[in-house]
């Protein structure tokens, strides 16, 4: 399995008062990486804290085994992006904003700092080519790993018909 | 790693048309299972295709060691819920939906059926106990495996500064 980077101490620092969990040895599920996320962010502190639909064109590279689940994907669509945040540590479980004193729990927060750091981001697509969508609106870092697109929800008609007792 | 509980026919079967991706052997990172969720839906059949906020009760139940990590979170909150679609298969790249002869690529559908399949709900949390949430808005299989919690970003004010030249 891939391991994490070397530690970053102006980011990977345990901040007075914060809390580390032991991670269990075990891994309960695997995931598999479909590509890679290019962007111009070339390291955390280059990152904004949030994508906008208006910022720099970035290109999710598929893997080639998956280029046919692509089929379908037009340009101007809006898409749900997973992602593996792989710099960030998973164990902390009471944790200190940057400048901030507070101690608040890992699931109260948004932080990338998590057991298992897996980011959405809504793009939106601007050109396809081959294996490779181009798309605004991400804020990772060059080269972090990808694990799912999905159409966005508030522009997709589900295909499969309602279950029973559902309205349509 | 865990593994895949028996297929189930009716719900695993590879439809006319549809395409099967070899799965890579290869692990690209592990993640851990941080609790359960318990829902009044006991099979595939049972679930809504989108749980609702006035839908059934259900409980995140959280193992212990992670129990520190829902400090912060309080009754009426909105909140994000990963989890892992353990019953579903992985290796679709072109799938019909029931009842529609059409094929779609996987990264073009909604679909459960996906290389990574991480589902997301919000939820609204109803009441706290030690370790467990009773929330409102799911729609996945009792026992499903829990793989993240953190806030709704629509309610969530981010405690970190801004990065330089963003906007507040």
Redesign the interface.
């Known amino acids: 399995?891939?391991t994490r980077p070397p530690a970053d101490d102006r980011w990977d620092a345990v901040r007075p008062g914060e809390?580390v969990?032991?991670?269990?040895e075990?891994?309960?599920?695997?995931?598999?990486?479909?590509g890679r996320v290019r962007t111009p962010f070339v390291d955390r502190?280059a990152?904004?804290?949030r994508g906008a639909l208006d910022g720099p064109l970035c290109r999710l590279e598929?893997d080639p085994?998956?280029h046919?689940?692509?089929?379908?994907?037009t340009v101007g669509m809006d898409?749900e992006v997973?992602y593996?945040m792989?710099l960030a540590r998973?164990d902390l479980?009471?944790q200190s904003?940057?400048?901030?004193a507070?101690?608040?729990?890992?699931?109260?927060?948004?932080?990338p700092v998590?057991?298992?750091p897996?980011a959405?981001s809504i793009v939106r697509v601007e050109a396809i080519e081959l294996g490779c969508l181009q798309v605004r609106g991400l804020d990772c870092v060059d080269g972090t790993?990808l694990?799912?697109?999905?159409?966005d929800?508030a522009q997709?008609q589900?295909?499969?018909?309602?279950?029973p007792g559902?309205a349509p």
């Open positions: 399995m891939a809390v969990a032991a991670l269990p075990r891994i309960d599920a695997g995931l598999v990486f479909i502190d990152c904004p804290r598929v085994p998956w046919p689940a692509l089929t379908g994907i898409l997973l593996w792989h998973r479980v009471l904003p940057r400048h901030d507070t101690r608040y729990g890992t699931f109260a927060l948004r932080s998590r057991p298992n897996i959405k790993p694990l799912d697109l999905k159409p929800r997709f589900p295909k499969a018909p309602p279950s559902e």
